[in-house]
């Protein structure tokens, strides 16, 4: 608290990332990110980018990141005027708050969802009311029916990981015709079905995608929005007020060539997957429930042991997942998924604590 800080500061209560820890060998499953690296022309591209000399960094870059719009536009058979491209799809959302979502109306979004969209809403003043997940953590789209100034939430869900089936998003998209209905699909690539199909035939519909979880690259910070012109130019519209240069020269390169190497993008996402059934079957095996996910992340809980405590146990030997202290969901985990040797680490871990458990 200062007398320096303005009222907004004053009123501001920040999200609260996953830790970073300063190991040198953490294994790491508190943060979603992908356990592979990226493609290696990732790594290329940025390469030529900078040159020998780094001389191309004198200059901004593209501020409206036409070529790397263009790439992804043709990528998903869509037009590069309906692709918004962010620093993150965090500070995509970010826009979206003050661009779309904020009206006399009342946001909606789940009980149970990103815990950034709280945080969004009291920063740009948007009000919002939440809507219950039902006891299996589904998403009921006829539960979204009230006067609204805009829906909003994950599909697959997070921190859930479960899917929502296209048909039930297009129901709700054509009915709620008087507000943006936004589909926030962080984790789609890990199994669900995309929304960005429907862009052409429902104006109402923006759908916010990231690099950071499947194709590797969340140290880059770009994400990017879906939709008809119109939502896309009052994306626009915010970022030319705000910061003209969302995204630096090599985030611009490394994605675009992300984008051109299909392959890699496929087979990293098949790994995962296969990954992420390895670690359910390891989980259900040690008696936890697990929310059928379809995400690179398990959500899972078990009767016999304190969430938080076991979250504890396993961060003193060096294993990080995340633990939220929120209704509903303290008594579960939410566990990235890992390689297999860090899913099993995990497992056998957690094996041991239980044999070793005093409450
Ligand atoms: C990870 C995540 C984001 C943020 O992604 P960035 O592009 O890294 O900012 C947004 N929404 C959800 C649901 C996420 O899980």
Redesign the pocket.
């Known amino acids: 608290m200062s007398r320096y800080w303005s009222d907004i500061v004053h009123r501001l209560t920040p999200y609260v990332p996953g830790e970073q820890p300063a190991l040198a060998h953490p294994v790491k499953l508190n ?2 990110e992908n356990p592979y690296p990226p493609s290696p022309r990732v790594l290329e591209a940025i390469r030529q980018a900078l040159g020998d000399t780094a001389e191309s960094l004198r200059r901004y870059p593209d501020p409206t990141a036409r070529k790397l719009r263009e790439t992804v536009a043709a990528y998903h058979g869509i037009q590069a005027e309906q692709v918004f491209a962010g620093n ?6 970010a826009f979206t708050f003050q661009a779309l979502l904020k009206h006399d109306k009342p946001l909606l979004f789940p009980d149970i ?2 815990s ?1 969209y709280p945080t969004y809403a009291r920063h740009f003043e948007v009000g919002y009311q939440t809507v219950a997940l039902d006891d299996t953590f589904a998403i009921n789209v006829d539960d979204y029916a009230s006067p609204n100034g805009g829906v909003l939430f ?1 599909n697959p ?3 859930t990981g479960r899917p929502l089936p296209l048909a039930d998003i297009e129901r709700l998209v054509s009915r709620n015709t008087d507000s943006v209905v936004v589909i ?1 699909e ?2 789609v690539d890990f199994g669900a079905e995309s929304a960005i199909a429907l862009i052409d035939r429902y104006p109402n519909l923006l759908v ?1 995608q ?4 499947s194709r590797s690259l ?1 140290g880059m ?3 990017f929005a879906f939709g008809n012109r119109e939502l896309i130019d009052a994306l626009n519209r915010v970022k030319d007020s705000f910061n003209s240069y969302p995204l630096d020269r090599l985030a611009q390169a490394a994605v675009i060539a992300a984008y051109e190497d299909d392959a890699w993008f496929h087979d990293n996402c098949a790994k995962v997957i296969a990954s992420r059934k390895r670690l359910a079957a390891g989980l259900t095996a040690l008696g936890f429930e697990v929310v059928p996910s379809a995400a690179n992340l398990l959500f899972a809980r078990h009767e016999g042991y304190d969430a938080a405590t076991l979250a504890g146990r396993l961060r003193e030997k060096e294993i990080f997942v995340r633990h939220f202290n929120a209704p509903r969901i303290d008594q579960h985990l939410r566990i990235s998924v890992g390689t297999d040797a860090e899913c099993d680490m995990l497992v056998d871990t957690l094996r041991d604590i239980f044999s070793a458990y005093v409450g």
């Open positions: 943060t979603n993150g799809s965090d500070e995509v959302l969802t990103y950034f994950p869900n997070a921190p926030d962080a984790y916010v990231t690099v950071s979880k969340a910070r770009v994400g």
